[in-house]
């Protein structure tokens, strides 16, 4: 994609490949990647150079890797040659040490945007005359960014481009609404909506697919899987739709695209359980025929200061992922019946 906007994506992306999605449910979604062996020494707190105290670790083993992460913030300079090298050294050698990354020395003409590819999501920087030159791949565990007087919060950015990839290759997400009745519209309305992302090239499906991947595994936020689940029922139905639009015939009962709806639904599911855990907590249930909508902006309130927010934030992820569940259940009983309805009965997207 060199010379290519963020948002126009024409990388060739790696085909999706096997995901083991039970596995990252058992772990849960705060887990990080654990330390490879042999990892060099790393110094204890102690003493910052400059006379401030303050919590820091010095990790790596030579210059060009070599960083200080200072209250759990790594600190790089802009102009630094070796600036991805320590940031992919210090995420792989110390990610359970830092959560933030401080970027110095940024001119002050220049904004931080982050966008996504095939290798993740990515860092690049504005001066206001031309596009990325540079993509500064972002470790996992990373969730907030400080540059200048920017200050961003990692987290609500992977959001924010998901929902713009989504928007750019297939018209966005949906919230299925106090229209939508999974009795009864589960084998058609919502069919459409998963045909319809089936339209995005697979490159597209492949790249958000990579990305929300990344993202539930490292994020605690249910809608990473609730967006996932969609992209993965979507590319379950590709393979038929693609034939379907050759005019040839397809079986819609077949191993990849049985794989990928049971892959949506574990996802869905796993969603459902942690939202559903979440409000119990705090007595708190929205109603299941009267849908909220989906919210991942919405912050972690204490549910004591911001009941609204809360409920907001882990009532819109409940009914949004139960009535994904029930589509795809009907989804899913269609294709063991080696039927999906034909794309001129699919009713147009709502």
Avoid at 99 to 105: A, E, Q, S, T, V
Avoid at 139 to 147: D, F, G, I, T, V
Avoid at 213 to 240: C, T, W
């Amino acid at each position: 994609m060199s010379g290519d906007q963020p948002g126009s994506n024409h990388e060739q992306a790696p085909a999706p490949g096997g995901v083991d999605f039970l596995g990252i449910i058992q772990r849960g979604t705060t887990g990080r990647h654990e330390l490879p062996s042999g990892q060099p020494e790393v110094n204890q707190p102690g003493y910052r150079p400059g006379g401030n105290n303050a919590d820091v670790v010095r990790i790596g083993t030579d210059a060009s890797n070599t960083v200080n992460i200072v209250n759990k913030t790594v600190e790089l300079s802009f102009k630094d040659p070796n600036f991805d090298n320590k940031m992919m050294y210090a995420a792989t050698h110390g990610a359970d040490k830092f959560n933030k990354i401080k970027i110095d020395d940024l001119p002050s003409n220049y904004v931080v945007h982050t966008w996504i590819d095939k290798n993740g999501y990515f860092l690049w920087y504005d001066d206001g005359t031309r596009g990325p030159k540079d993509r500064h791949y972002l470790p996992n565990n990373a969730m907030s960014l400080e540059a200048n007087s920017m200050h961003l919060d990692l987290e609500r950015e992977r959001i924010n481009d998901n929902q713009q990839f989504a928007k750019n290759n297939f018209g966005g997400f949906r919230n299925f609404d106090r229209s939508f009745v999974p009795a009864s519209d589960g084998t058609t309305n919502s069919t459409s909506y998963y045909w319809k992302i089936a339209g995005a090239t697979p490159e597209a499906l492949a790249i958000q697919e990579h990305a929300l991947r990344e993202s539930v595994r490292s994020s605690a936020n249910p809608y990473f899987k609730i967006y996932l689940s969609d992209i993965e029922a979507a590319q379950g139905l590709q393979p038929l739709r693609e034939r379907a639009a050759q005019g040839l015939p397809f079986n819609p009962n077949n191993e990849y695209t049985r794989g990928k709806i049971d892959a949506a639904l574990s996802l869905s599911k796993a969603a459902f359980d942690q939202t559903n855990t979440t409000l119990g907590q705090v007595g708190q249930y929205p109603s299941l025929n009267v849908y909220l909508p989906l919210a991942p902006q919405r912050p972690y309130w204490d549910y004591k200061k911001g009941a609204d927010d809360f409920i907001g934030f882990w009532g819109g992820g409940y009914n949004q992922s139960y009535g994904r569940q029930q589509n795809l259940t009907s989804l899913r009983g269609l294709i063991m019946s080696g039927v999906v309805p034909r794309v001129h009965d699919l009713p147009e997207q709502r």
